[in-house]
T-cell receptor
Framework: AQKVTQAQTEISVVEKEDVTLDCVYETRDTTYYLFWYKQPPSGELVFLIRRNSFDEQNEISGRYSWNFQKSTSSFNFTITASQVVDSAVYFC?????????????FGTGTRLQVFP | DGGITQSPKYLFRKEGQNVTLSCEQNLNHDAMYWYRQDPGQGLRLIYYSQIVNDFQKGDIAEGYSVSREKKESFPLTVTSAQKNPTAFYLCAIQTDRDTEAFFGQGTRLTVV
């Protein structure tokens, strides 16, 4: 079965600390796509990154970096030098090829609180 | 302005009432989705529609209904049959599985 696990329910850090959000997925597909979304207090989900199953190259975007490892079925997200504005709920998601459509399977989210 | 618009932002429902949540998009996407978010449970798919006049049940469709009479509109009705409707509802569009989904700002529904 397709599944996404975010074992960390809540993480609290102090500004400027580095923090890693874990994501482990399960899928029978050989081709699949993984996503990270940020949900600030306003509620809207903001897209952060997309990764396909054939591209295991790590990616860095400013203070954000992602580590994709097929061998461990993980797609972890690291924020370097965290800031208060990073406080949000972060979701990892897997794109599933359904019978009639493609849908996203979400993890339960990790709430990140960054304190000044 | 392009995007997805959900309304209202907050909605209160009395027990036994049906309420309809609006989702409108002007991005000309065919596929639209409704997700429900509960604390600690992530997002779960309620209904989706690939084309006009067609829609399919998601994982938690019981107590909900939808329509897709126009490409740009995909309203969700929370019926009185939905026993626990208090939640945050998000509408989304997604072109293909390899593209990101775009979400509306959500509607927070509370039963009073």
């Amino acid at each position: 079965a397709q599944k996404v696990t975010q074992a960390q329910t809540e993480i609290s850090v102090v500004e400027k600390e580095d923090v890693t959000l874990d994501c482990v997925y399960e899928t029978r597909d050989t081709t699949y796509y993984l996503f990270w979304y940020k949900q600030p207090p306003s509620g809207e989900l903001v897209f952060l990154i997309r990764r396909n199953s054939f591209d295991e190259q790590n990616e860095i975007s400013g203070r954000y970096s992602w580590n994709f490892q097929k061998s461990t079925s993980s797609f972890n997200f690291t924020i370097t030098a965290s800031q208060v504005v990073d406080s949000a709920v972060y979701f990892c998601a897997l794109s599933e090829a359904g019978r009639n459509t493609d849908k996203l399977i979400f993890g339960t989210g990790t709430r990140l609180q960054v304190f000044p | 302005d392009g995007g997805i618009t959900q309304s209202p932002k907050y909605l209160f429902r009395k027990e036994g009432q049906n309420v309809t949540l609006s989702c409108e998009q002007n991005l000309n996407h065919d596929a639209m989705y409704w997700y429900r978010q509960d604390p600690g449970q992530g997002l779960r798919l309620i209904y989706y529609s690939q084309i006009v006049n067609d829609f399919q049940k998601g994982d938690i469709a019981e107590g909900y209904s939808v329509s897709r009479e126009k490409k740009e509109s995909f309203p969700l009705t929370v019926t009185s049959a939905q026993k626990n409707p208090t939640a945050f509802y998000l509408c989304a569009i997604q072109t293909d599985r390899d593209t990101e989904a775009f979400f509306g700002q959500g509607t927070r529904l509370t039963v009073v």
